[in-house]
């Protein structure tokens, strides 16, 4: 069956494409038509009415952990994908602190099979040594070719410098990026940020500098060996600060932050809610100034959920001991056009590079064009819907959030991806 999508708005800034009042058809999963008033024949063509809608290039979270194999309790693959698609993602790349670790080429295939056929696609981000232990190299070209899209040792920075390096010089010769934690484990015991509210709360403080000095390393890393860093989940004012500055000297590092690092600070721990538990922790007004700013100049150039599924027994213990991490799939987007799209931080293009064209960029993969004859991969927003995050309707497996019961504006409705279409929560195709 043909299907015929009618009447939105088509923007995309990487074509310099905003286009109202547009047509465009599928057949499988290409476009065969792109335009205005396109005729079709009503019995070979499903119509879809997206009046009011915008239709962007399809949206990736570029940091994700999907927990299989080894914790399928918390998460699935077929269930995180399913989250993935309600919030409005038609990929994700998945982090490789599984068990076991995505370290071998036969993990990478069984995550690549898992995924098969599925709306939403799936990239495996290997790691960068065996077992995350930053010990021994991970066999990098093996695991790019299996179809690795990056290496990183995922909730812990690559251990020693010397290790760091030989990661760096062998991922430049494939050409793609280590994503790195940044926390230095001799300063890593706390459980919130280091402050006066830590002092207040009674809480184990974990300083910012432990953020920063990774970040500091590993761009003097890249600078001395030309190799492609990716700072994960930014938190830190003097951190974005010196991503700033090394982009400034085009030393190649990249930086993503999550919805929850530019829109909460460690203030709300004074609930001890363990769903406002996270690594790095949330931090300060001042941090999330200078996060803005980051967002706003283009020193930080994805918005990512860090999504980390975890079971209730686990988050329902004393706040220093429970596990830290937030679900994100089903938030993030609607949190980011709430808090940066309508008070004016970002413009929708800018939207679009951050959730699109940049980490895709950064994974080297092809970005969704409206072309005919390209894949059919978009992701359907409406940008003035108002709605309440309820997370009993998370199709997530684990349901730890602090933005149960938060109104927000601005929602994925719909995704379109491999010859399938999710919209309003239901399959059309």
């Known amino acids: ?41 009503d019995k070979m063509t499903k119509v879809i009415d997206l009046s009011g809608k915008l239709v962007v290039p399809g949206f990736i979270d570029m940091h994700v952990h999907l ?15 399913n989250a993935a698609a309600f919030g409005g993602f038609t990929a994700v790349a998945c982090m490789p602190n599984t068990e076991p670790a995505i370290d071998s080429a036969e993990v990478v295939e ?54 760091l390096k030989r990661a760096l010089e062998y991922s430049k010769m494939i050409n793609l990026p280590i994503i790195e934690h940044c926390e230095d484990e001799s300063l890593s ?82 609930t001890y809610d363990t769903n406002l538990k996270m690594n790095p922790p949330l931090r300060t007004e001042k941090d999330i100034k200078e996060i803005l700013e980051g967002l706003k100049d283009g020193t930080i150039d994805c918005i990512a959920s860090d999504h980390a599924p975890h079971s209730p027994e686990e988050k329902e ?32 293009d800018e939207i679009i590079f951050k959730y699109s064209i940049n980490p895709r960029k950064i994974l080297n993969l092809n970005v969704p064009s409206f072309k005919v004859g390209e894949k059919a991969e978009f992701t359907i927003l409406d940008l003035d819907e108002i709605w309440t995050v309820n997370k009993n309707k998370f199709v997530s497996k684990s349901k730890n959030t602090p933005f149960d019961k938060r109104l927000l504006t601005g929602r994925a409705v719909g995704i379109i991806n491999n010859g399938k279409i999710l919209m309003n929560g239901e399959f059309i195709s």
């Not at 690795?148 to 920075?157: L, N």
């Open 1 to 41: 069956m043909k299907i015929l999508l009618k009447n939105f708005t088509a923007q995309n800034p990487q074509q310099n494409l905003f286009e109202k009042n547009i047509d465009l058809l599928l057949v499988n999963d290409k476009i065969a038509e792109f335009g205005r008033n396109l005729s079709y024949d």
């Open 189 to 270: 015991f706390g459980s919130m940020n280091e402050g006066i509210n830590s002092t207040l709360f009674g809480l184990h403080p974990l300083p910012s500098v432990s953020e920063d000095l990774i970040v500091m390393r590993d761009i003097l890393m890249a600078q001395y060996t030309g190799g492609k860093v990716h700072i994960a989940h930014i938190s830190s004012a003097n951190a974005v600060k010196m991503v700033r500055e090394a982009k400034s000297k085009n030393i190649n590092v990249t930086a993503e932050v999550t919805p929850h690092h530019f829109t909460l600070t460690d203030d709300s721990l004074k």
């Open 317 to 348: 213990m004393e706040f220093d001991y429970a596990p830290n991490g937030i679900v994100g799939l089903e938030t993030s987007i609607g949190l980011a056009l709430t808090e940066l799209v309508h008070k004016k931080v970002l413009s929708v």
């Open 67 to 81: 927990r299989e194999p080894g914790r399928e309790d918390e998460e699935t693959i077929e269930s995180g994908c």
């Open 110 to 163: 069984f995550i690549k099979n898992k995924s098969r056929n599925n709306i939403v696609d799936v990239y495996p981000i290997a790691a960068a040594t065996i077992g995350r232990k930053g010990e021994y190299l991970s066999p990098m070209l093996e695991l790019k070719e299996s179809g690795a899209v990056a290496f990183s040792d995922d909730g812990v920075a690559i251990k020693t410098a010397s290790i």
